[in-house]
Each structure stands twice: as C-alpha cells, then as structure tokens.
C-alpha cells in the first residue's frame, strides 16, 4: 500500500519552475507536519521545507525566497512550487511524513545551467 506519492520532477533551464506534489493517504496527511528533502548525488538528504497540520512553514536557507511549500487538505495533498531553480537544485526530491518515518520513492529534479 503506497502512502506517499511524489510526482512533478523533470528537466529544466536554471531559472526556471517546477511543482512537486505528495499525495498522501488521509490518516498520514492530517496528523502530521509534513516535508520535503533531497539528496544530490554524492551528499546527505537534506531538508529543503516542512509544513505542520496548521500550515506554519519553514525552510532551508538555500531555498529562502524561491521555493514555497503548501498543503491542501482537502486533497490530501502537498505540494513544493520551486522557482528560480539552479543548477545546485538537482537532486532526488522526497516527500516525508514527519514522525512517521514514512517516505515517498522521490522524483529527480534536474537543472541545467
């Protein structure tokens, strides 16, 4: 039984946008703060942003400014609208839910300068 599914990666010019989604099921979605990190080959998963059931948000620095993470819940959905990407972007995107431990399988995101 899948409980997170990220889609929304691809290929893009540095500069340009991409939107990620997590679908959720609806008993993970509600009750936990969700978030999004990525890995980049050779380095450590890192957060990127996470989001509470409420909507409070916060975010690395590196993506302060350009990357904006929301939640709907009626869909039971999240989402990561990315803009300004560079090239230092490109990594496996994934979705997780919180103290769950629970993960998405990712989408690679790649930039090209």
């Known amino acids: 039984q899948v409980q997170l599914m990220e889609s929304g990666g691809g290929l893009v010019q540095a500069g340009g946008s991409l939107r990620l989604s997590c679908a959720a099921s609806r008993s993970i979605f509600m009750l936990n703060t969700m978030g999004w990190y990525r890995q980049a080959p050779g380095k450590q998963r890192e957060l990127v942003a996470v989001i509470t059931p409420g909507g409070g948000t916060n975010y690395a620095d590196s993506v302060k400014g350009r990357f904006t993470i929301s939640r709907d819940n009626a869909k039971n959905t999240m989402y990561l609208q990315m803009n300004n990407l560079k090239p230092e972007d490109t990594a496996v995107y994934y979705c997780?839910?919180?103290?769950?431990?629970?993960w998405g399988q990712g989408t690679l995101v790649t930039i090209s300068s």
């Open positions: 997780n839910a919180g103290a769950t431990g629970i």
